[in-house]
Each structure stands twice: as C-alpha cells, then as structure tokens.
C-alpha cells in the first residue's frame, strides 16, 4: 500500500497569499495517478486536479498541480476566501487507493 | 447533471449489519467504476471499496476485507455496499464516488452517517 504525507499540517495564510502544499508518496505513484480534493465543513470532497496537473472541469486556474514519482505539489497562486478549507491528495494508480491525512488551509 | 445520493444509514449495534445503497443518475452508470469512501467524525479520508463496471473487479481496504461487500446494479443505476461485523470505527460519513482510471474520483455523493455504538 502506498502511504501518501501531506505537509504541512495546517497552513496560516491571509488571502491574496500563494499557498503551496506538498503530498510525499511511500513509493513512486503509477502513471502520476495523484488527484487533490477540496473539501469545505459539511460538503463532499470536490476533485480539482488528478494525473498531478491536469485540472478537473471548472476549477480556476490559480489551483495547479506538479510533480512526479514521490513528490507533488499543489499550488494556489492568489488566495481568494473561498479557498479556505481542507485539501487531501490521492493515488489512485496503485490498489488499494489511498489518502493522504489533509492539509487545512486556514485564514491567518 | 451528474448525481450521486446515498441512503441507508444510521444508529446500528456493535456485530451488527447495514446495507448503504448508492442511486445514481446523469451518467451511463455501466461505464463507469464506482468506490466508496469513508470519513470519521472530524477525521481525514479513507478510501473503502471500489468495483469496476461490469462488477468484475473488486478492491477493499485492509480494514474492511471481509466484513464488507461491494456490489452494483447496472439495471437499477445503483450501488451498494452491505456492512456486517460493524465495529465502533466503522462510525463516519460514507461517500459514493464515480471513479475514472486516469482522473480519480470526480463526481461524489453527499454522503449518508453510519454510526456504530450500542
């Protein structure tokens, strides 16, 4: 099983901050199967990236992905309010899938 | 539009037994693999279960292997996940998620509370 760590833990930003979020595989991620997820209190997770870089349908484009093998990252380029909330990272090339723990974005 | 509704939760017994049904609709639901995936009261995310579309192919995490059975109805648009044996941290929010072999899981339900406790 892949182990996926996300840091940091939690991340002090004020809006109009660049955040920058990491996601460290156990082993490298088949194909760069590797999505990150938003999630808000109270909602399902929301996908807005998947094969490391590709953005899922809608998502602006100040949230991007890269990386590869077993390390990525995701980067939101200009913090605006609603981009306050829990990220998660998976891979999703290797079964059984796996999670990463979170990394909660919050305002500073 | 895509939409996923789960159902089927609640209050149940420690060794004891709940069937979650997934209804889905927007999509050729027999294309698609599906997963569920789970969430412990202020906790991160666990992936649980996911099958292919014809049913064929079947994952579980570790921690759910043999109690846990994922099945589907592609007639019905829907899918299930029968828990027996349920254990106090089985307790979370079960989510459905359509799952795509290159782009993760993109479309999610909102999920249904099983919470285990006597």
């Known amino acids: 099983e892949i182990v996926l760590t996300q840091s940091p833990g939690t991340l002090s930003l004020s809006p109009g901050e660049r955040a920058t979020l990491s996601c460290r595989a156990s082993q490298s991620v088949s194909s760069s199967y590797l999505a990150w997820y938003q999630q808000k209190p109270g909602q399902a997770p929301r996908l807005l990236i998947y094969?490391?870089?590709s953005r899922a349908t809608g998502i602006p484009d100040r949230f991007s992905g890269s990386g590869s093998g077993t390390d990525f990252t995701l980067t939101i380029s200009r913090l605006e309010p609603e981009d306050f909330a829990v990220y998660y990272c998976?891979?999703?090339?290797?079964?059984?899938?796996?999670f990463g723990q979170g990394t909660k974005v919050e305002i500073k | 539009q895509v939409q996923l509704v789960e159902s089927g939760g609640g209050l149940v017994k420690p060794g004891g037994s709940l069937r979650l049904s997934c209804a889905a609709s927007g999509f050729t639901f027999s294309d698609y693999y599906m997963s569920w995936i789970r969430q412990a009261p202020g906790k991160g995310l666990e992936w649980v279960s996911y099958?292919?579309?014809?049913?064929?192919?079947?994952y579980y995490a570790d921690s759910v292997k043999g109690r846990f059975t994922i099945s589907r109805d592609n007639a019905k648009n829907s899918l299930y996940l029968q828990m027996n044996s349920l254990r106090a941290e089985d307790t979370a929010v079960y989510y459905c998620?359509?799952?795509?072999?290159?782009?993760?899981?993109?479309?999610w339900g909102q999920g249904t509370l099983v919470t285990v406790s006597s």
């Open positions: 998976q891979q999703y090339g290797s079964s059984p899938d796996t």
């Open positions: 094969g490391a870089s």
């Open positions: 998620a359509r799952r795509i072999a290159v782009a993760g899981s993109d479309y």
């Open positions: 099958i292919s579309s014809s049913g064929s192919t079947i």
